[in-house]
Each structure stands twice: as C-alpha cells, then as structure tokens.
C-alpha cells in the first residue's frame, strides 16, 4: 500500500502515545444533574487522549471538520495551521525541523496523531466522516488509508454545496468532499459483505424466504420528494399494470410511442389508462431511469430476470411500490424461524449529496441572533444526514473539531424526532467553546428565536468540562491532585482496555473484574501500603488470576504463583498511556 511521506512524519507517526494523560474538570451540567453528553475545552489531542480510558472501542461514530489548509488566515479556526498553539506544538514535537516545514507539512504533523486516538476510539463496527477540500483531500486520503486501512474506505461522498466558489481565474468550486472509513470489521457467519449489495454500516436486515430463495425489501421507489403512491403523481405515465387480486400483469404503454418523436410536450403523448384502474389493476412505476419527455420505461422481466421483483402494499387508489432485492443464501444468518442478512450501510446512501453551505450559516445565526460571529459553520442537515446512516439510535457520537456545534444541533434534533437516546461528545479548542459551542447546544435545548420564527426546544442536556491536571508529574510520579478515582480509572483501563466498574460488592480497592482476573489498587494517598496475608484476607472476589497494586510486597513468590497473584508496584508498574 502507498504512504505518504512529509517532513515531521518520524516525529508523529508514534506521538500519541507520548501525549500526557489528563483528566476532565467539570465545570457544569446543563438542563440536567448529570448527562452522558460532554462538551470540552481543551487541545483536542489532548482531549482525545483523556477520554480513551471511558471510550476506547466505544464510539460508533465519528464526525470531524478539521481545517482545511486554504491559507486563508482570515478563518475563526486558523486555518493555516499557524495558530500559536499548534507552531509551539510543532517545537517541542518535531524540533528544528519544523522550521522547514511547509503548509501541509505542518497540517499532517497535527492530523495524523489526531487521527491515530480517533481510530482507536472507534467502536469495532464504527464509522468516522471526515469533511474536506481538494487542499488537503488527496494527502488526507492516504494517511486514513494507512490508518484505518484502505479495505476500510467506504467513500467518499461528495457534497454539493449548492454555491459555487466566486473565483473567475479557475474552475468554480461548488464541491467538498466527506471521507467514510469504517473500524476493522469481523462479521461472524456470512464471510464477506458484497459491496454492490450493502455498504458502509453494520445492519441486520429481516429476510424472507420464498420458494427457497431469500430477498429484503427495500424502501419504497419514490417519486421526487413524495412517497412512491399512485396519489402523490397520478399524472406520471406508467409502463406494467398489475392486479393484486388475479395476480395478473399487462405491459401497457402510458404513452404513444409513434409520437414521442415530434411531441412538443408529455400532454401530447399521454393515452388515459383509466379503464385499467376501474378494472382493478394498480400501475406499477418502473424503479429506473425517466425515458424521453419524462416518460417512464420499464421491463419487468428484466427485472425478473436480475433476480430482483416488486411489492405492492395499500390499498385501492394509494398503492405504495416496493422494490425486493434477492439476497446469496451464503449471506443469511438464521435465528430460531426468522433468517437475517448482515451488512454494513444500506445501499442507498448517496454519493453525491445536495447541502447547501449558505443554509448552514443561516441556521446558525438565527440561533445565535448574530451575523458574522462563525464563518462556514456545516449544514445541520447534512450532518444529521451522516448520523443517519448510522442504524443505532443510541450511538455515541463524537467531534472532535467541534467549532460552532452543529453536531450536537443535530444529535439533539434526531433525538427529538425518532425517540432515541445518541450521545454527544464535542471537543474545541478555541476560546469559544463556552460562548458559542455550548451556547448554541442550550439555545436548540431550549428553543429560540420569536413569533412565527420561533423553534421548539429538543430538550437534552450536557456536561462541559475543561482539561485538567496531568495524571504524572514530571512524566513518572503520580499527580495526586487528580483524586483516587481518577487514578483508579485509569489503572484499569491500562490493564484490561475497558471502563472502570463501579459499586463493587467487594473491599474498595477492588478495581473490578476482566478476563477472571481481578484487579485491586491497594492505595492510600497518606501512607505506603503492603500486599501481605492480612491484605488478602480481605480479598471476597473469586478469580482465576489476581494483579494487586500496592506499594510493597511481602508474600513469598512460591505463594504468589500457586494463587496466580500479580504484585505491581505504585507508581512504576503503571504504564503511561
């Protein structure tokens, strides 16, 4: 596989392990006494790193909208990757070289560890979008092929702003792009997913069988911007006619096809069907392209014939047409008397998407009753657009270039309209976080704007954190500022990858349990502690294996290894993230 090369990579490929773990002060909850939801302040590296301890393989998707590297320096995010922040960063981490770095260089010293915590936030079966331009598009495609793995690519989707570039010198850009990768995925029983069937996201659809063969059914085949019933265009022409009663079909013309030709319009061609209709017959629109004048051709052999047929549900007068897509047996998992079929994104997501970038700002300045206070700030719409690939309506979302907080608008307005419960976790590291990111997030809660321009609140709630202490000062001694249960926390997640446990039944050093091996962080912020007899016999936790934190041990090895006891020593056995 081709990588990418630049000055600074050496310095980066490796750095997020290096990246100190800090905790997350909480500064407030809104709306609520707790939620799940978070907004934080902070360096996103740092941000990131501080989460894996709770999140790591737990986020099932990811949106960013990193800077695109215009060198335009006139953006809220400094988009030239020159902000003082980001140039001290580049010092310490790539050293003298950074002062030969160019634009893009220094662009992917900050996204490729960035990019490398993100993957491993992600859920097993997650997904990640990633907006973009060409500045950085080809550059970016190559570091997510390396890090997430080039089998794992599912897009990109192109978005159609809807508003060209004003820029008579070039080719006017009216475009972005949305870069899709999915985790390393396993899917159990079915080997692997034809891509021409399913794409992108994890689904388990209901297959039915008949006469020994399997098929799902699709979503209905739509007319523009109305469901796919005969009341919503009775003026379409339609090719097959169909009786649901005697099972009969007839391929009929809607149209005279001698006129297509010289017919100025579709009114000149039409031929009126109506007969059919009284005699019960329900035209069936054809699931392919318009033919001339904006006619509708059609073979239901050939439909037939690609192993695929149609549904017709309703009633009389509103039939609603659907389409059945036969489904490789080797592809169906059966459980009890019902078959399903695994994938990953439906297939009718859309490459190409239509979201305007103007109705982005507007939105945003209507809630904010300010113009010009974000530049560019996405469509909501085209976000929850995204989110909405994503099948589970409790999914963990996160962003961690959160800017103006389009994405929790849109977890809070797919909330609102499906029922579900998706979570939010937003990350900005600019001083706005507070005054617009959050702001924004408590306006949509509890609604804006006046009169007949007024919005209802989604309702919801949400934390907002600022970074906090190191967990290690100096690199090596524990930080105890941060208090026991920060510690704890990450102790166990650095033994087992996995959330801490709480409201043991067992001593309070118990850390929890993985693997049937049990963990105790035998620590006392005041005096040093001894793993001894009269320790363990405060052990109840039954377990194969025991690891137990401590800062002395006095139990003879022999013991140790016929109980399976692992002693680690505080702090220099804890391994730094």
């Not at 960063?89 to 050293?95: A, K, T």
């Not at 007068?317 to 439906?346: C, H, L, M, P």
């Not at 990111?437 to 704007?449: N, S």
């Amino acid at each position: 596989m081709p990588t990418l090369e630049w000055i600074g990579k050496e310095k980066v490929i490796n750095h997020h392990q290096e990246v100190p773990f800090r905790v997350l002060d909480k500064k407030y909850t809104f709306n609520a006494e707790e939620s799940e939801n978070m907004i934080i302040h902070g360096d996103n590296l740092l941000a990131l790193k501080s989460l894996l301890p709770q999140y790591e393989g737990r986020v099932d998707c990811i949106y960013i909208d990193p800077p695109y590297n215009t060198g335009n320096e006139k953006w809220v995010y400094n988009d030239n990757v020159n902000d003082p922040r980001i140039k001290k960063w580049l010092g310490e981490v790539v050293g003298a070289e950074g002062e030969d770095l160019s634009r893009h260089d220094k662009w992917l010293c900050m996204m490729y560890p960035r990019l490398r915590l993100l993957q491993k936030l992600l859920s097993k079966d997650g997904v990640i979008f990633i907006s973009i331009d060409d500045n950085e598009y080809t550059n970016l495609k190559i570091i997510c092929d390396e890090i997430f793995g080039s089998h794992n690519a599912i897009g990109p989707i192109i978005q159609n702003k809807l508003n060209a570039k004003n820029d008579t010198l070039n080719i006017q850009k009216n475009h972005e792009f949305i870069l899709v990768y999915r985790k390393e995925i396993q899917l159990e029983g079915i080997g692997k997913v034809k891509p021409t069937v399913v794409q992108q996201k994890e689904i388990i659809k209901e297959v039915f069988q008949e006469n020994g063969e399997y098929y799902y059914i699709n979503d209905a085949i739509t007319t523009r911007g109305e469901g796919g019933v005969l009341a919503a265009r009775p003026n379409l022409g339609y090719t097959v006619y169909y009786n649901p009663i005697t099972n009969d079909k007839i391929a009929k013309y809607d149209y005279d096809i001698n006129k297509v030709e010289t017919a100025k319009s579709i009114n000149e061609i039409y031929i009126d069907c109506a007969e059919l209709i009284q005699q019960g017959y329900v035209p069936i629109r054809p699931p392919k392209v318009r033919g001339k004048l904006g006619c509708w051709t059609w073979s239901l052999e050939k439909f037939n014939a690609e192993r695929k047929s149609i549904v017709i549900t309703g009633k009389p007068g509103s039939y609603s047409v659907k389409k059945r897509t036969f489904i490789d047996k080797s592809y169906v998992i059966q459980d009890g008397n019902k078959y399903f079929f695994k994938a990953i994104i439906e297939s009718n997501s859309r490459s190409i998407i239509d979201f305007s970038t103007n109705d982005g700002t507007s939105v945003f300045n209507t809630i904010m009753e300010q113009y010009g206070l974000f530049d560019n700030p996405k469509n909501v719409s085209m976000v929850e657009y995204l989110f909405g690939l994503i099948i589970n309506k409790n999914a963990i979302i996160l962003d961690s270039f959160a800017g103006s907080g389009t994405t929790a608008h849109a977890v809070l307005n797919m909330n609102k309209k499906d029922g579900g419960n998706r979570k939010f976790i937003l990350v900005e590291m600019m001083d706005y976080a507070d005054t617009i990111t959050a702001e924004r997030a408590k306006r949509v809660i509890k609604g804006y704007g006046d009169g007949d321009k007024s919005v209802e609140g989604t309702s919801g709630d949400f934390t907002y954190y600022e970074l906090g202490e190191p967990l290690f000062k100096d690199g090596k001694n524990l930080n105890e500022v941060v208090g026991e249960d920060e510690i704890r926390k990450y102790v166990f997640y650095m033994e087992t990858k996995r959330p801490i446990q709480e409201n043991h039944e067992d001593i309070k050093y118990l850390l929890g349990l993985n693997n049937d091996t049990a963990y105790y962080f035998y620590y006392e912020k005041d005096k040093p502690t001894t793993l001894n007899y009269e320790f363990l016999a405060t052990v109840k936790t039954k377990a194969s294996a025991y690891t137990i934190y401590a800062d002395t041990c006095v139990l003879p090895k022999e013991f140790m290894e016929k109980h399976g006891i692992t002693f680690k020593k505080i702090p220099r056995d804890i391994t730094k993230l």
